[in-house]
């Protein structure tokens, strides 16, 4: 390597200090630079791969590199030009043999010229979340190549063995090759709907972080940190996305009360049962000025609806300071222009706060037999029997709901409620 050291050893806590910052600070980066070259996901992530774990084993005796990102760069690119130049003949197609070739031009002293292009990381997050690939296999490679998350972190998110899911990224990966995705930004007509699709992959690894679908916790907090890690890369990336403010005010809002949505005993804690004091006012403050800053834009979307939402949530001192009426508002708008079964839900129960059980309980039966499987509908409408004093009701719709919970501590607050309502007969 070219650059220099700071010292001829370094300890061992020192390097995985560094390291550890500059794979999060770093990887995607790198990772975007390589597939510029290489046109393949697979050869340029096997090979910062690689670049890390050398560095893991030199850097204690060589020495921490004065410029780490640059020794790490370097590293990948001979790594990527051994794994074309050993490439079997199939694989050895003339885009990889043109990028042997740009790879091979490039001395150490050049190497900065790989990472020069700031549009990278974006034309990767477009890559992992192009609509060729299936909505996982966009989650799952969203997480690996942008978030730089290990495949057994994303196969606990999936709840699937580390193999089955290295299988995914594989395929994944290769599919990206075979099927040419181009590794580019869309053009200005069709970037507003393929945003939308990168908006929802991030989103969708935010809800599985703070609202888990199965297991035994709720919160999975490191995909909500990489989540809002990534909402931060995409605002940097999109400056002027009214939207991309948007998501990552609604994250920060919403993760805001991470520390209060399970209790003690590790049981669901409501809305009106949580300690408001122990909410992150930081992110609140982050997340509020967000949102005004997406809103004054001109171009309200169904994300900054979402986040204005939150941001009411996050402003009220107590339950009883919450200003209802204005939430199901904005839940009106969200129905009447962005339509869907949760917004339907959703606004049933906000309905239900801000003009009583009985109104709730209207719009929930118009939504028929949609949702009969999800465990919030019959959750809502338990909520909005029991406070409308019709407890038979109630705990048909509780027995329901907890059949199809998918987490331990929510089916204890079902359970809760459950004991309550048959109490009260």
Not at 12 to 25: H, K, L, M, P, T
Not at 28 to 48: M, P
Not at 194 to 219: H, I, K, P, Q
Not at 346 to 357: F, I, K, T
Request: aromatic letters at 4%.
């Amino acid at each position: 390597m070219t650059t220099a050291v700071t010292a001829s050893t370094s300890s061992a806590s020192e390097v995985g200090r560094v390291i550890e910052a500059v794979y999060r600070q770093e990887w995607s980066r790198i990772i975007g630079a390589l597939v510029r070259v290489t046109r393949s996901l697979e050869v340029a992530e096997d090979a910062v791969q690689e670049a890390f774990a050398i560095a893991v084993q030199a850097w204690p005796s060589t020495g921490i590199p004065d410029r780490p990102a640059a020794w790490i760069t370097t590293a990948a690119r001979r790594r990527a030009i051994d794994r074309l130049r050993s490439a079997s003949v199939a694989q050895k197609t003339a885009v990889r043999a043109a990028a042997l070739l740009t790879l091979e031009s490039l001395d150490d002293e050049l190497d900065d010229a790989l990472g020069a292009l700031p549009d990278d990381q974006l034309r990767l997050v477009f890559l992992c979340c192009h609509p060729a690939l299936a909505l996982e296999a966009q989650v799952a490679l969203t997480l690996r190549a942008v978030a730089g998350l290990s495949t057994a972190s994303i196969a606990r998110a999936f709840l699937v063995p580390e193999s089955t899911m290295a299988q995914r990224l594989v395929r994944a990966k290769r599919k990206v090759e075979a099927a040419a995705i181009p590794f580019t930004v869309p053009s200005p007509d069709h970037l507003p709907e393929r945003l939308d699709a990168v908006l929802t992959v991030v989103y969708l690894v935010f809800n599985e972080g703070y609202s888990a679908t199965s297991g035994d916790t709720l919160v999975r907090r490191e995909l909500c940190t990489e989540a809002i890690r990534l909402g931060r890369l995409l605002r940097g990336l999109l400056p002027e996305e009214p939207e991309v403010e948007a998501l990552l005010a609604l994250m920060l809002l919403q993760h805001s009360r991470r520390d209060t949505r399970i209790d003690a005993r590790g049981v669901l804690a409501p809305l009106e049962e949580q300690d408001r004091s122990m909410w992150d006012r930081a992110a609140i403050d982050e997340g509020s000025e967000l949102v005004e800053r997406a809103l004054r834009r001109g171009h309200p979307g169904p994300l900054q609806v979402q986040a204005s939402i939150a941001a009411l949530h996050a402003e009220a001192p107590t339950m009883a300071d919450t200003d209802w009426s204005q939430i199901a508002a904005l839940y009106d708008v969200l129905w009447s222009r962005w339509p869907s079964p949760v917004v339907a839900l959703n606004r049933a129960a906000a309905v239900g706060m801000s003009e009583g059980p009985g109104a709730g309980l209207e719009l929930l039966d118009h939504l028929g037999d949609e949702l009969d499987g999800y465990h919030l509908r019959h959750a809502a409408r338990a909520d909005l029997l029991r406070r409308a004093g019709r407890e038979r009701e109630a705990t048909v719709e509780y027995e329901r709901a907890i059949s199809l919970a998918g987490t331990a501590p929510e089916r204890a607050y079902l359970e809760r409620r459950l004991r309550e309502v048959r109490a009260a007969q």
